[in-house]
Structure formats: structure tokens, C-alpha cells
Nanobody
Framework: QVQLVESGGGLVQAGGSLRLSCAAS????????MGWYRQAPGKERELVAD???????NYADSVKGRYTISRDNAKNTVYLQMNSLKPEDTAVYYC???????????????WGQGTQVTVSS
């Protein structure tokens, strides 16, 4: 029904930058909130940042001032610009979208497959 495809992860040195992208496709009527979560080994998945369809953003304290989330509603795509990366940012990053689907108009959360971000010291 709905697929979320992430891209942009990789290996970067501390202090470097990466940009993640997540594109949603399928039987989409509309998308409410889109966001990024991450899960490090041995830890629970946590919210990194999210953005509503109206552009309201929310960030985890640990990434404020370093990460910027944005979205292109016409492309059903959300981005995460990550600057000043630290080794503790190393994790699998997952995209999540709250999607209203066709033809039922039901609203459900959908997840991407995850992309690895590794920051070396």
C-alpha cells in the first residue's frame, strides 16, 4: 500500500555532515507528520525529529542546533540534514510517516527499512 524508501546514510568522521532522504509512495491520500527515529545497538528506538504537514518541527534535545528536518509535500519526501556529527549519533535511522491511504481514508503509521549512519571518532 505505502512504501517509504530511505537513502543517504553512510560512514562519516566526527564533525562531518550527512543528509538523509525518505520518499513515500503508494496509495497515498495525504501525509500528516513525517519524522526520523534512530536506534543504536542495545538501545531503544528514539525520536530524532519530526515535521507536520504544516511545517511545525520538533527535535530531540540531543540534536537541536545540529540537525534540520524539512519536507517537500509535493514529493512526499522528508529530509534530515545532520551537521556536526558525533560518534554517539551512530545508529540505524528510520523514517516514519503518518499516512492517510486510498481508498479507505484510514490513517496509519508506516516505517522505512532503515539506513545506517556511522560516525567515527
Amino acid at each position: 500500500q505505502v512504501q517509504l524508501v530511505e537513502s543517504g546514510g553512510g560512514l562519516v568522521q566526527a564533525g562531518g555532515s550527512l543528509r538523509l532522504s525518505c520518499a513515500a509512495s503508494g496509495s497515498i491520500f495525504s501525509i500528516n507528520t513525517m519524522g526520523w527515529y534512530r536506534q543504536a545497538p542495545g538501545k531503544e528506538r528514539e525520536l530524532v525529529a519530526d515535521v507536520t504537514s504544516g511545517g511545525y518541527t520538533n527535535y530531540a534535545d540531543s540534536v537541536k542546533g545540529r540537525y534540520t528536518i524539512s519536507r517537500d509535500n509535493a514529493k512526499n519526501t522528508v529530509y534530515l540534514q545532520m551537521n556536526s556529527l558525533k560518534p554517539e549519533d551512530t545508529a540505524v535511522y528510520y523514517c516514519k510517516a503518518l499516512v492517510t491511504i486510498l481508498p479507505t481514508r484510514s490513517q496509519d503509521p508506516y516505517w522505512g527499512q532503515g539506513t545506517q549512519v556511522t560516525v567515527s571518532s
